[in-house]
C-alpha cells in the first residue's frame, strides 16, 4: 500500500514538475554583474555607444514604450529622474524594445516626451541581456558598468500612492559608497512585446 | 468415532490428511477472497482510468468540498444599479485569500483596460471559463485605477460577456508585496495568467499573452493528474484494514 502511495506521489510529482517547466522567467544580467558595452540606433538612426551616453558615475537604462499608459503615468517621474541624475553623473537612457512599436512612433513619442536619448533595441537583443521584462524597468549601472539595481522605479504606479523610492534610494546609497539595501524590485507595467513572441 | 488400536495409524495418518486438506482450502479461499479484492480493485482503477470523461471531475463526487468550494467563488453578482458585472474591490489580504484553491484547479488572470495584449486574450479567456465551468475556478484581478470599479472595468467585462466570472480589482500601497504573494516568477508585466492545481501548486505561469492551445492543455494535464491522484486513493481507502470493535455494553 505504501508502495503504491509513494508510486502515485512520484508519477504526481513528475507530472507537475514537467509541467512547471512551463514556467519561463528571463534572468538576465545579475546584480553585481558588469554590462559590456553595446551599440544601438537612437530615434534620429545614429548609432550610439552606451559608453559615451552614459555619465561619469553610470546610467541608469529605463525601458520604455509608446503605448504603455503605465509608462505615461510615470513619464512625470522619469523626466524629473533625469534632471535631478544628470547633476549628480548618472545618465538616463531610453530603450524600447517592444517589437510592435514603429520607429516613427517611438521618434515622436520621445520628443514629445523625453530629453534624454531613446535607443532602439531591434530584436529585443539588450532587453533579452539584461532580462528586462516590462515598462517602465530600469537597470542602475554605476561607473564601472556593474549592475547595481534593477526593477521598479518606486513601489506605485499612481504617483500619489508612492511609499518607497526604490531607484533613487539605490542610486544615492552607491552614490555615497553606502551598501544598498534593495537591489531589486518589481511592480505592475506593461510587457515588453519581444519578436519571438 | 471410536479408533482401535490396530487401526490408529491410519486413523491419524487420514486425520492428518484431513486437516491439512482444510488447512489448504482455508488458504484457497483466503487466496480466492484475496483475488477477487484485487481483480475488483484493478478493475474500478481501470475503469475510471478509461472511462470517467474529463468533464466528470470526480471531485465533484466530493460533495462536501465542492459546495465549500461553491460557497468561497461563486459566478459574478450584478451591479444591481448599473446592471453591469459586479466588480470588488479588494487589497494584498484580499488577493491571498484568493489565491487558495477550494477542492478544484484555479485560474487566475491579471489584466488592465488599458494594456492591449489583455484586451485582446480575454475572449479566449472567456470561452476557457464557459468550458471548463464547473471543473476549474476562473477569476480575474483588474489592475485598472480605483476610479475604474464602477466604469470601464465592468464595462468592459460587459462587453466581453464575462459576467459568470467573478472580477476583482487589486488596490494596494504596495504592489510588490501583492506581485511577490502571487508568483516568484512575475515581473509585474501584464497580462498574467497563473493556474493552479486543487493543492495550490503552481502549475502554469505566462507574463504576456498565454496561448489558448497551451493553457487549455495545461488545464485537461490538471484535471487528468486530480482524477488519477484521487483514483489511486480511492481503492486504497476501500481496501483499507478494517478494524472491528466490540461494541462497549451501555
Known amino acids: ?197 | 468415532m471410536i479408533v482401535s488400536p490396530q487401526n490408529y495409524g491410519n486413523f491419524l495418518a487420514t486425520n492428518k490428511h484431513e486437516r491439512t486438506r482444510k488447512r489448504t482450502k482455508k488458504l484457497f479461499v483466503s487466496f480466492r477472497v484475496c483475488s477477487w479484492l484485487n481483480l475488483l480493485r484493478v478493475s474500478v482503477v481501470s475503469f475510471c482510468l478509461v472511462f470517467v470523461p474529463a468533464e466528470n471531475s470526480f471531485a465533484q463526487t466530493r460533495k462536501g468540498k465542492t459546495k465549500a468550494a461553491a460557497k468561497k467563488i461563486k459566478a459574478a453578482p450584478k451591479n444591481v444599479a448599473s446592471n453591469l458585472p459586479k466588480v470588488t474591490q479588494i487589497d494584498a489580504t484580499g488577493l491571498q485569500n484568493l489565491l487558495k484553491p477550494n477542492g478544484k484547479p484555479l485560474l487566475i488572470n491579471f489584466w488592465a483596460t488599458w494594456c492591449d495584449p489583455c484586451r485582446e486574450e480575454f475572449p479566449d479567456l472567456v470561452k476557457i471559463g464557459a468550458d471548463y465551468k464547473d471543473r476549474i475556478d476562473l477569476i480575474t484581478v483588474s489592475l485598472d485605477e480605483l476610479s475604474e470599479i464602477n466604469g470601464d472595468v465592468p464595462k468592459f467585462l460587459a462587453a466581453m460577456k464575462a459576467d459568470k466570472m467573478p472580477a476583482y480589482l487589486l488596490k494596494t500601497p504596495n504592489e510588490e508585496e501583492a506581485i511577490a504573494a502571487v508568483s516568484k516568477d512575475w515581473q509585474g508585466g501584464l497580462p498574467f495568467t497563473i493556474l493552479y492545481n486543487a493543492n495550490g501548486d503552481t502549475i502554469y505561469i505566462k507574463q504576456g499573452k498565454f496561448k489558448t492551445d497551451f493553457l487549455r492543455a495545461e488545464i485537461e494535464k490538471t484535471l487528468a493528474n486530480q482524477i488519477r491522484f484521487q483514483i489511486f486513493q480511492l481503492p486504497m481507502s476501500i481496501c483499507r484494514p478494517v478494524t472491528l470493535t466490540r461494541k462497549k455494553s451501555l
Open chain 1, 1 to 197: 500500500m505504501k508502495k503504491l502511495s509513494f508510486l502515485a506521489a512520484a508519477i504526481f510529482a513528475v507530472a507537475a514538475f514537467i509541467s512547471f517547466n512551463n514556467v519561463s522567467a528571463k534572468e538576465g544580467l545579475a546584480i553585481g554583474a558588469t554590462m559590456e558595452n553595446f551599440k544601438l540606433t537612437d530615434t534620429s538612426g545614429t548609432e550610439k555607444s552606451f559608453n559615451d551616453l552614459k555619465g561619469k558615475n553610470g546610467a541608469i537604462l529605463v525601458f520604455l514604450s509608446v503605448q504603455c499608459p503605465v509608462v505615461k503615468g510615470y513619464n512625470e517621474r522619469i523626466v524629473k529622474l533625469a534632471e535631478d541624475y544628470a547633476a549628480k553623473g548618472i545618465n538616463v537612457i531610453g530603450i524600447n524594445s517592444n517589437s510592435t512599436e514603429t520607429m516613427e512612433k517611438v521618434k515622436a513619442h520621445a520628443a514629445e516626451n523625453y530629453k534624454f536619448p531613446v535607443l532602439i533595441d531591434k530584436g529585443n537583443v539588450i532587453a533579452d541581456r539584461l532580462g528586462a521584462n516590462v515598462t517602465p524597468e530600469t537597470f542602475y549601472l554605476n561607473a564601472k558598468n556593474v549592475l547595481v539595481y534593477r526593477g521598479a522605479i518606486d513601489n506605485n504606479k499612481s504617483s500619489d500612492s508612492v511609499t518607497n523610492k526604490f531607484l533613487r534610494d539605490a542610486a544615492d546609497a552607491d552614490l555615497s559608497g553606502k551598501t544598498v539595501a534593495k537591489t531589486s524590485a518589481v511592480a505592475f507595467g506593461c510587457s515588453i512585446k519581444r519578436v519571438t513572441e
